[in-house]
């Protein structure tokens, strides 16, 4: 990180001191040169001794106690800078220098005391209210404690293998194409450079490099070998600070910085490329990239090595260092076409460390942009010939301490916890509290987001728990899967099937129940930044046992017309046929008692197939819909108290002639003759198996519809007994016709299964759940259970009476007496396997 803070020095000298004239024979005159050379820790000391030496001119007294304020700060020892700017604000040196102010909230940035950093920024403020670099810094006091309080996912880990005392930073992929090596810069003992470098008091740095065995690609950051130099022969390493490193895919050509070590005199660092020859390295050579009195520093090089981003102090800056980018178009020319970033990734202050990732994406690290404390990362993409704004990375990979020099490892590792591959993964360097040195190198990871699904399914009726519940998850990109709720009406899916970015379609289905918009739902993980546990509950509507009555239907007198103003109330029954493709219905149609010329029969049969001829022109499948006028023969029966022309007519009331006679006036009768002119639909069959791609019938009249006047059904005979199909509660199943008895029957095995799918509940039998074993909740033999619909051709009948038999083997017997006394006389025709009504 030394060449972090010399570059932060370098503009301070530029910013403030150019203009300071020392007296030849100060005291302190030395401790400038070493200063000007960036031997900060030699001239922390001399500052020190001169300091007493000028008592009694004070003010190069505050000017030693602040040089020896920057040379501590320049050199890491915050703690001792800390202590100089204060006492440089005891005796009012901000009067001449408010600059102490930035200094301090800079420190207490970094040691997380926000409030204080604040207070001194807002000071400066006052005095430097057009300097550009303090609304940045007053915002990201702001900012930060925020930010630490609402952290990313990312987990991060000190690289111990790597680090040591000293600093190491700055890692790269040595072979990019592979990353299975790791160089980084280190200023540990042993380093090529003799001595110690009197800028930092460290060793000098040089490259080294790690190994990672392919037997180790299995976890991360995994085990790596032993750090050694990249090179030992004196030629990328040398007596200079070497570091920064950038290489091409396949690791031939290194690119990096290099910071000459003169004494007493002011140098520059470059950047140098260098290519591997065999196991050793060719001469490096220095890349021109402009005046020889600016550092150039931090490349990045781009994967087909024609762009090289770099930071440099240059002329142009927007700040201190600002990131640059060259070209060229072939690899063998120089690099031309300088160009600075611009505004959206360079700032008021230092940017630095660019890494490019994907070509399109770039990291740097910045303390102009708003951030937590010193240095921190950000990332910019390039988008329509430009660079996006900086987007600040947030805590925990920034930190209140400098942060920087990012890198990612693309190598596909699973997260033990998961399952599934780490969203991104890398390292990256920090001087954060918790390290093993000075600046240390730090692992990166983002774990897979985790996302389950699950809700309870209740009963819109009963408000009861509702087992055995299909429920079918589909993702935006065609995955479905299924599963059904347990006895509490619960259902999950777990995070194997619920997954990031994805919008999910729920479709809840059981037999009984419709396929309404209450049984379909959506969640969505598209946006979602955190592990989340999403919640869907649904309230499920049964299918009515009874006839549902239409909203009215109104007809001219004797007539049957279907008026356009009418067809509304039939929107609500087609909104119920597309979203149920397996319903099958009885539409019915009633009258009210009064004579017209044609029976009202007649013209309750004509209305409901007018009302029929609506559904079919929108599309239902003939199929489907089955006509039946009832004429005034099924008076109406109130389920609830209805207002009817100012009339109340009570809950239980059955609209028969007799009870409408008996009213006293007229208006109330037709009150009640309104009540009885009603459309109903019954729901006959929830099995029906829909046909493919049916097409509207624009004209209905050309249909075959089909009216409760059946003639026959289909059957199978075997010796002398009779087979046919029917619908028991909506449900198809197969009957026999047993002669010269009078029974109806469902066999046990139908019975339970009926029982397990809530076809039939325990309130349906005759003895409720007396007729069910506590134990194992079987049906005890012979009990009598009704059946809400029972239909054998388009004969429907309600609350039909039937007796579970254990040994019964057909799932359905009727006698052949209860049959002619429920559906009238027939005859069998074997020879064509009809069962003939004789009407």
């Known amino acids: 990180m030394e060449l972090v803070r010399r570059c932060s020095y370098l503009f301070i000298f530029t910013l403030i001191f150019s203009s300071i004239s020392v007296a030849q024979k100060s005291p302190a005159t030395e401790a400038d040169k070493l200063f000007s050379t960036f031997q900060y820790k030699i001239a922390a000391d001399m500052y020190k001794k001169a300091y007493g030496k000028v008592k009694k001119n004070p003010v190069e007294r505050r000017r030693i106690m602040f040089r020896m304020a920057e040379s501590y700060s320049m050199m890491g020892d915050l703690k001792k800078a800390e202590q100089q700017y204060l006492r440089l604000e005891k005796v009012n040196y901000q009067k001449d220098n408010p600059l ?11 040691k997380k005391d926000y409030p204080s950093a604040l207070q001194y920024y807002e000071k400066y403020k006052q005095v430097r209210p057009n300097d550009p670099r303090i609304d940045s810094r ?7 404690p925020q930010w630490i309080n609402n952290p990313t996912r990312h987990e991060i880990e000190n690289m111990k293998k790597f680090n040591t005392p000293q600093s190491e930073w700055s890692p790269s992929w040595g072979v990019p194409g592979k990353e299975n090596q790791l160089v980084f810069t280190s200023s540990r003992e042993g380093s090529t450079g003799k001595g110690e470098d009197v800028w930092s008091g460290q060793s000098f740095s040089d490259l080294y490099v790690s190994n990672k065995p392919k037997s180790k690609l299995v976890d991360f950051p995994g085990e790596w070998t032993t750090p050694v130099v990249l090179d030992n022969e004196n030629i990328v390493n040398t007596e200079a ?25 002011i140098s520059y660092c470059k950047i140098y490329q260098v290519t591997r020859k065999g196991k050793s390295w060719g001469a490096p050579e220095e890349i021109i990239l402009g005046p020889d009195s600016f550092d150039y520093v931090h490349p990045s090089i781009s994967s087909d090595e024609l762009t090289l981003y770099f930071a440099s102090d240059m002329h142009g800056t927007m700040g201190g260092y600002d990131i640059w980018s060259v070209s060229r178009d072939k690899k063998a020319r120089p690099f031309g076409n300088l160009t600075n970033l611009g505004k959206n990734i360079n700032s008021n202050d230092h940017d630095m460390f660019p890494a490019l990732e994907d070509d399109s994406t770039l990291y740097f690290a910045s303390k102009g942009h708003v951030g937590l404390g010193g240095y921190d990362i950000f990332k910019s993409q390039y988008i329509n010939n430009e660079w996006t704004p900086a987007e600040n990375l947030k805590y ?3 930190s209140e301490s400098d942060d920087y020099a990012i890198l990612f490892d693309h190598t596909l590792v699973m997260d033990p916890v998961s399952g599934f591959p780490f969203i991104e993964k890398g390292y990256f360097t920090s001087n954060r509290p918790g390290g093993r040195g000075m600046d240390d190198i730090w692992s990166f990871k983002l774990p897979p987001l985790m996302f389950t699904l699950a809700g309870f399914i209740r009963d819109s009726v009963t408000r009861q728990f509702v087992d055995g519940v299909t429920v079918i998850l589909t993702t935006s990109d065609g995955t479905s899967y299924k599963t059904t709720t347990d006895i509490r009406g619960y259902y999950s899916f777990d995070k194997t099937k619920v997954l990031g970015e994805l919008t999910y379609e729920i479709i809840v289905q059981k037999t009984g129940y419709y396929e309404n918009d209450n049984a379909k739902g959506r969640e969505t993980t598209v946006g979602l930044t955190e592990n989340k546990d999403l919640k869907h509950d649904f309230i499920i509507d049964p299918v009515p046992k009874e006839p549902v009555i239409l909203p009215d239907i109104l007809f001219d007198l004797a007539k049957w017309d279907l008026k356009p103003q009418y067809e509304d109330s039939l929107r609500g029954l087609l909104q119920i046929m597309e979203d149920n493709p397996t319903f099958v219905i009885e539409l019915r149609s009633h009258t009210d008692i009064r004579p017209i010329p044609m029976t009202n029969d007649t013209l309750s049969q004509r209305r409901a197939e007018s009302s029929i001829r609506f559904l079919i022109e929108s599309g239902i499948d003939p199929d489907r819909l089955i006509a039946k006028g009832y004429g005034e023969r099924a008076p109406r029966v109130l389920d ?3 207002v009817s022309r100012g009339y109340t007519f009570k809950k239980g009331t059955v609209l028969s002639g007799e009870f409408i006679n008996s009213l006293k ?21 929830d099995d029906y198996i829909p046909k493919e791609n049916i097409e509207p019938l624009l004209d209905a009249s050309v249909a075959v519809i089909n009216i409760v006047s059946q003639s026959f059904i289909p059957i199978e005979t075997q010796d002398n007994l009779v087979y046919g199909t029917c619908y028991a509660n909506s449900k198809t199943l197969r009957f026999m016709i047993e002669p010269n008895v009078a029974k109806a029957s469902i066999s046990y095995d139908q019975a339970m299964r009926f029982l397990k799918d809530a076809i039939i509940k325990v309130g349906d039998f005759e003895l409720k759940d007396k007729a069910i074993v506590p134990e194992d909740g079987t049906i005890i033999d012979k009990s009598i259970v009704y059946l809400n619909t029972f239909q054998i051709g388009d004969e429907v009948l309600e609350n039909v009476e039937m007796t579970v038999i254990k040994e019964q083997k057909e799932p359905v017997i009727i006698g052949s007496k209860t049959f002619e006394e429920e559906f009238g006389s027939y005859t069998i025709n074997k020879e064509e396997g009809k069962l003939i009504f004789n009407k």
């Open 100 to 110: 102490i102010f930035i200094r301090l909230g800079d420190i207490y940035r970094i």
């Open 138 to 144: 007053i915002e990201s006091s702001k900012l930060a």
């Open 241 to 265: 600070n070497e570091g920064e490193s950038s290489f091409n895919p396949k690791g031939t050509t290194l690119y990096f910085t290099r910071c000459p070590n003169e004494k007493k005199t």
């Open 396 to 398: 925990p990979i920034n």
């Open 640 to 642: 609830k108290d209805i």
């Open 665 to 685: 006036s007229r208006n109330e009768q037709e009150a009640a003759h309104d009540l009885n002119r009603r459309t109903e639909f019954l729901i006959l069959r």
